[in-house]
């Protein structure tokens, strides 16, 4: 089922679809991969540019040959930014019989995907399916939580926490943070508080807040609070509409401070940075459309050129890439879509991504390890982002040895 075609219905329409589609799929000989995401809702933005995004990859896989002779093909189903809904999600999947469930947050419904995948592989070992999570970077899944059938393909907090505290000027010396409060955000407001005294004993916490998960509306209280604190730089978390509107405030009010964030680059964060933002505003990728021009990689910057052309949003899922690129390859190594073998064929995969670095999931936790970067938004890229007239530049690179902190998991794999 061609993905971009339906995703303007209602989702019982697409579901209809979806259940309908296996039959023929399977006549097809395609491999499906179904996709949970929030496609509904106060986070759709980012969930309709992320399957986009991740559909592009799948095409360009599946115009290579695709995987064991067959085409990718990608199931979506909305699970509403809901755990209940993103399990519903699971339990369609399984009965299906597709091998994977691709998921990229946020991490308590990776949380409960985890969880239920474990729960279900238990009791019907017929029928497994493997779980990558591309986005749900809560450290605990890695560690205390961490699964056999759970591989994960963004960096988790507490490294982005490192690489964004190692990205801090030395002339910084007081922030504030901002973080949502359920599982990601407080790992957030953890990790940071760690890395910041342990890399940067110097640096002052003048201000620490706590904000419900999509439900602040305007965020000019906390800027008010910021102003008076004396911070230089706001160090967040925040996603989605927690983090435009919280930017959009800081940019209306003239808060002259610079923004560290996760993910200032997503979906709606660059529209509310705007202009005045220039040079201001700090983001931890793994992705930029201009590192192909940066890093002297045209097969890279053609690439872009040609997503640009068919879409009006920028490609900044490199974490969904590689989650689509892990499953190609994996496949492709176990030679099967049996779900434990896919799974044994991940552990310690190593490939390099799109610009040429070197990638490696690591088998003592399935987390992944490659280099990262810190973006800044300014003008004079070959690429901007939103129309806004600035674009993302690379200008930090940190490196896969410097943020492979250790894992506390325990990994218990299957006999058979």
């Known amino acids: 089922m061609k993905i971009g075609k339906y995703l303007g219905l209602p989702m019982a329409a697409l579901l209809g679809l979806w259940v ?56 979506p189903i909305d699970n509403k930014a809901q755990p209940a809904d993103a399990l519903q999600a699971l339990q369609k999947m399984v009965d299906d019989g597709l091998p994977i469930v691709l998921n990229c947050g946020p991490s308590n419904i990776a949380a409960a995907l985890v969880d239920g995948v474990n729960k279900h592989n238990d009791r019907n070992k017929d029928r497994r399916i493997v779980y990558v999570n591309c986005g749900a970077v809560a450290p605990e899944l890695t560690n205390e939580k961490c699964s056999f059938w759970h591989f994960r393909t963004d960096a988790h907090a507490g490294m982005k926490a490192e690489i964004m505290v190692r990205g801090l000027p030395k002339t910084t010396t007081k922030v504030y943070m901002i973080n949502q409060d359920y599982l990601f955000g407080q790992a957030v407001q953890r990790d940071l508080r760690l890395y910041l005294e342990k890399l940067r004993p110097d640096v002052q916490i003048v201000g620490d807040e706590m904000v419900p998960l999509g439900k602040v509306k305007d965020f000019s209280s906390y800027v008010a609070k910021i102003k008076v604190s004396g911070a230089q730089a706001l160090l967040t978390g925040n996603w989605g509409p927690d983090l435009s509107l919280l930017v959009k405030a800081g940019m209306d009010a003239g808060l002259g401070i610079d923004y560290y964030a996760y993910y200032a680059h997503l979906a709606g ?65 176990a030679g099967s879509t049996d779900a434990l ?16 670095q070197p990638v490696t999931m690591r088998a003592d936790d399935h987390q992944i390890l490659m280099p990262y970067y810190l973006g800044t938004f300014t003008t004079g890229m070959k690429y901007d982002s939103e129309k806004t007239g600035l674009g993302w530049r690379i200008d930090t690179t940190i490196t896969a040895a410097d943020i492979a902190q250790p894992t506390t998991c325990k990994m218990k794999r299957p006999a058979s």
Not at 36 to 50: K, V
Not at 341 to 355: C, F, N, Q, R, Y
Request: charged content about 20%; aromatic content about 8%; hydrophobic content about 40%.
């Open 20 to 75: 309908a589609a296996p039959m023929q799929a399977s006549a097809q000989g395609s491999i499906k991969i179904g996709y949970t995401e929030s496609l509904s809702g106060t986070f759709a933005q980012i969930g309709d540019q992320g399957i986009k995004s991740i559909q592009a990859v799948v095409d360009e896989i599946n115009a290579k040959g695709g995987v064991l002779g067959k085409k990718l093909e990608l199931v």
């Open 269 to 333: 964060g660059p529209t509310a940075i705007g202009p005045s933002g220039n040079g201001k505003v700090h983001s931890v990728m793994n992705f930029s459309e201009n590192m192909g021009v940066q890093f002297n990689k045209p097969d890279v910057d053609a690439w872009v050129q040609a997503f640009r052309a068919k879409h009006d949003f920028d490609f900044v899922f490199g974490d969904r890439r590689l989650g689509i690129e892990l499953i190609a390859m994996a496949i492709n190594k």
């Open 341 to 356: 073998k896919i799974a044994e064929a991940m552990e310690g995969l190593s490939w390099t991504d799109k610009v040429g």
